[in-house]
């Protein structure tokens, strides 16, 4: 009899373990290309999709914090107060996915241009902060433009992707590198096909088919990666 309660004992709180176990808690930190921009109500064939408002079909049983804004890099997260707040927020040992890249080039625009060397200094700053809180820290290069001339395809990020690889390399930091699977995707389908990806034929924003392609690309990537908690 008192085995049989401490057995039942021990399946009680192993039960009990198993419901208090919280889901892993994943920060993503990007532009448009990531951020939440059109409800599922208002979708249509034309609406711009952020892979990270789908990426928790793919990444099932991950809660998700979704703090990617349209126009962000590293120089406009710093100064306008979107990185301390979530630094405030973000509970330590969470997951925080990084995929900036996308603006930092705009010369035209000095709240957000940042030369390479500066963005590679801010991503460092960002990552040093985020270790502080034990944050487990993932970076992505930027998915790729649609740009074609004369029917062949042009990369335009160029030195911001290789400084998101180069940085990842330094730190010994887990690397999704979007930009060189969405490239290649892009490039296979050519000019009139890969529209099907971008929203209203944009050449940066994605659309729900474009968003589930670098969603899943980049799901695919943590399990390949073996990230423990994703």
């Given at each position: 009899?008192?085995?049989?309660?401490?057995?039942?004992?021990?399946?009680?709180?192993?039960?009990?373990?198993?419901?208090?176990?919280?889901?892993?808690?994943?920060?993503?930190?990007?532009?448009?290309?990531?951020?939440?921009?059109?409800?599922?109500?208002?979708?249509?064939?034309?609406?711009?999709?952020?892979?990270?408002?789908?990426?928790?079909?793919?990444?099932?049983?991950?809660?998700?914090?979704?703090?990617?804004?349209?126009?962000?890099?590293?120089?406009?997260?710093?100064?306008?107060?979107?990185?301390?707040?979530?630094?405030?927020?973000?509970?330590?040992?969470?997951?925080?996915?990084?995929?900036?890249?996308?603006?930092?080039?705009?010369?035209?625009?000095?709240?957000?241009?940042?030369?390479?060397?500066?963005?590679?200094?801010?991503?460092?700053?960002?990552?040093?902060?985020?270790?502080?809180?034990?944050?487990?820290?993932?970076?992505?290069?930027?998915?790729?433009?649609?740009?074609?001339?004369?029917?062949?395809?042009?990369?335009?990020?160029?030195?911001?992707?290789?400084?998101?690889?180069?940085?990842?390399?330094?730190?010994?930091?887990?690397?999704?590198?979007?930009?060189?699977?969405?490239?290649?995707?892009?490039?296979?389908?050519?000019?009139?096909?890969?529209?099907?990806?971008?929203?209203?034929?944009?050449?940066?924003?994605?659309?729900?088919t474009g968003a589930r392609m670098a969603?899943?690309?980049?799901?695919?990537?943590?399990?390949?990666?073996?990230?423990?908690?994703?």
């Amino acid at each position: 009899m008192k085995r049989l309660i401490l057995v039942l004992s021990l399946v009680t709180l192993v039960l009990l373990g198993a419901e208090a176990k919280k889901p892993s808690v994943l920060y993503l930190v990007g532009d448009e290309v990531v951020a939440s921009m059109t409800a599922p109500e208002d979708l249509n064939d034309s609406s711009a999709v952020g892979w990270g408002q789908v990426l928790g079909d793919c990444l099932p049983g991950v809660e998700i914090v979704n703090r990617a804004y349209a126009g962000a890099t590293t120089r406009a997260m710093l100064t306008d107060g979107q990185w301390a707040d979530i630094m405030t927020n973000v509970p330590k040992k969470a997951f925080m996915m990084i995929n900036l890249g996308h603006h930092e080039y705009d010369e035209t625009d000095p709240r957000i241009y940042s030369t390479l060397e500066e963005f590679e200094n801010n991503l460092l700053q960002m990552i040093a902060e985020a270790q502080k809180k034990r944050v487990k820290v993932i970076l992505i290069t930027p998915t790729t433009k649609r740009f074609f001339y004369d029917s062949s395809y042009y990369p335009r990020h160029g030195a911001y992707a290789e400084g998101v690889r180069r940085v990842a390399q330094q730190q010994k930091l887990p690397l999704v590198d979007l930009e060189a699977a969405t490239r290649a995707r892009v490039e296979d389908a050519g000019e009139s096909a890969s529209a099907v990806f971008f929203a209203g034929g944009d050449a940066v924003l994605l659309n729900d088919t474009g968003a589930r392609m670098a969603a899943k690309i980049v799901a695919e990537t943590v399990k390949e990666l073996k990230i423990k908690g994703l």
